[in-house]
């Protein structure tokens, strides 16, 4: 057990449909960041919280958003879903954001299949 | 942000060590260098990282070239468990998250 938890581990949808993926970080770690790992795209990084706040965005659709909540906790909104959706989605805590002297802490992943 | 180039796979017997390459030439020198490794169906780990002296803790051993272009993973035992993509990222202050490469894939062989 990392200390990240990821829910739920495993989720199908049809087309269309909207879901939400959530991410409770590390005890004590205040930034949060979400990565999109596909068959052919490799670990893509699509956005950065850091304490309730966005830091950084990356390869993030427009259907998409996050939020990070005041107990940290964050969540990654996937709307209109498309079959190029399916993933697995990753979340990473870290102490801090923008230093480099600490490694990040990844969650399990969320399987994401779009039918 | 610095590019790094890592052999695609490698092999390695089991209890054998094993060195995994890597080259970032254009590392800019305030640029951490850690490594991450992926095991199947899992979530990427954190391995080490250093900035200029070589690194040891209990997972492996980051050897730095003095230079800085380089640097070697080394698994000093591999185990079954190893087996694994394995990822050196360079990592700059001040920079928004970790950019994740390719890597290499390592075979452990029982």
């Known amino acids: 057990d990392s200390g990240v938890t990821q829910t739920p581990k495993h989720l199908i949808t049809a087309t269309g449909q909207r879901v939400t993926l959530r991410c409770s970080p590390r005890?004590?770690?205040?930034?949060v960041y979400w990565y999109q790992q596909s068959l052919d795209q490799g670990l893509q990084f699509l956005i950065q919280?850091?304490?309730?706040?966005?830091?950084a965005k990356g390869n993030i659709l427009e259907r998409f958003s996050a939020q990070q909540f005041p107990d940290l906790h964050s969540e990654l909104n996937l709307s209109s879903l498309e079959l190029g959706d399916s993933a697995l989605y990753f979340c990473?805590?870290?102490?801090?954001?923008?230093?480099?002297?600490?490694?990040?802490?990844f969650g399990s992943g969320t399987r994401l299949t779009v039918v | 942000d610095a590019k790094t180039t890592q052999p695609n796979s490698m092999e390695s017997n089991e209890e054998e060590p094993v060195h995994l390459p890597c080259n970032h030439s254009?590392?800019?020198?305030?640029?951490?260098i850690h490594w991450y490794r992926q095991l199947p169906s899992q979530g990427p780990e954190y391995v080490i990282h250093?900035?200029?002296s070589n690194v040891n803790n209990r997972m492996a051993s980051l050897a730095i070239a003095e230079d800085r272009k380089s640097s070697t993973l080394i698994l000093h035992r591999a185990t079954l468990r190893d087996a694994a993509v394995y990822y050196c990222i360079p990592f700059q202050t001040g920079a928004n998250n970790l950019f994740f490469g390719t890597g290499t894939r390592l075979t452990v062989i029982p």
């Open positions: 254009t590392i800019s020198g305030t640029d951490y």
């Open positions: 990473a805590s870290s102490l801090t954001p923008r230093t480099a002297n600490y490694g990040y802490t």
């Open positions: 005890s004590g770690d205040l930034s």
């Open positions: 250093g900035l200029t």
């Open positions: 919280y850091y304490n309730g706040e966005e830091r």
